[in-house]
């Protein structure tokens, strides 16, 4: 998959780039190549164009994927999390970047308790305020972050968000900006680090590099369009 290779540089180029443009220093930042919908042979084209971490948004997909990619590849759970995937989740994950309510954080505090486990996680944050999405409103997380923070298990490294699509990135900037202020906000009134930023697309990753992005999740750009079905373990070829 030589196109793979390819788009791995440009993303590259781009993210050298924007943090130029910031004055950032490059080894802040961290690229999640989302492999979501794509068979483990693209995962395992991007790793031999250099990339070992990748992003997955279904428990079920990363469940049957990931023993069929190369051991030394390092997973991030980007989507939504269900209460009942938790379990399957915690293994496979060293990140999970959508913890969007103080239930789904106390569940995933207990079950990690259960198995021993010291998850790492992010907030997610609805900057945008619309209803239908994920993710704490900004005004319920200062209240929650008192709770979360004395989870025993759970450890809490950042903010995540995913704004409303934009047509230009340019309109997504006060998005990140909303995310780094308030994760400013938190640092200083709760007097804990937070130093993850998980923001930023294939449309946008430039920008949220410019507003301070540690974490750019960027699916598209490296491997192509997605069908929009999930992949699934029986889509993979015999000779695989
Ligand atoms: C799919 C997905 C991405 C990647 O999106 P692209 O536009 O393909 O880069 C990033 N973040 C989340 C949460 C996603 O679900």
């Not at 990931?66 to 939504?80: K, M, S, Y």
């Not at 486990?117 to 900057?127: C, D, F, K, Y």
């Not at 047509?167 to 009134?189: G, I, P, Q, T, Y």
């Not at 697309?201 to 491997?223: N, Y």
Request: charged letters at 25%; one cysteine or more.
């Amino acid at each position: 998959m030589p196109e793979i290779f390819q788009s791995l540089q440009i993303v590259r180029e781009k993210i050298a780039e924007a943090a130029a443009r910031a004055g950032r220093d490059l080894q802040e930042i961290q690229l999640v190549a989302v492999s979501k919908t794509h068979p483990p042979e693209a995962v395992r084209a991007a790793m031999d164009a250099g990339q070992m971490l990748f992003g997955e948004s279904k428990v079920q997909e990363a469940r049957a994927k990931i023993p069929l990619c190369p051991g030394r590849a390092r997973w991030h759970f980007i989507g939504h999390l269900q209460k009942n995937k938790i379990r399957h989740a915690l293994p496979l994950f060293e990140l999970i970047h959508g913890v969007d309510s103080l239930e789904l954080a106390r569940d995933l505090d207990r079950v990690a308790g259960e198995m021993g486990l010291h998850p790492r996680a992010l907030l997610e944050v609805n900057v945008a305020g619309e209803g239908s999405k994920f993710g704490f409103a900004p005004a319920k997380l200062r209240t929650a972050m008192e709770e979360l923070l004395a989870l025993g298990r759970v450890q809490i490294e950042g903010l995540m968000c995913i704004p409303p699509p934009q047509s230009k990135a340019e309109d997504a900037r006060k998005f990140f900006v909303a995310l780094r202020n308030l994760r400013d906000e938190l640092m200083r009134e709760f007097r804990v680090p937070l130093p993850q930023l998980s923001m930023g697309m294939s449309g946008d990753f430039g920008t949220a590099i410019e507003e301070g992005a540690t974490l750019v999740r960027v699916g598209t750009a490296i491997f192509g369009e997605r069908s929009g079905k999930t992949w699934k373990a029986s889509e993979t070829r015999a000779d695989d």
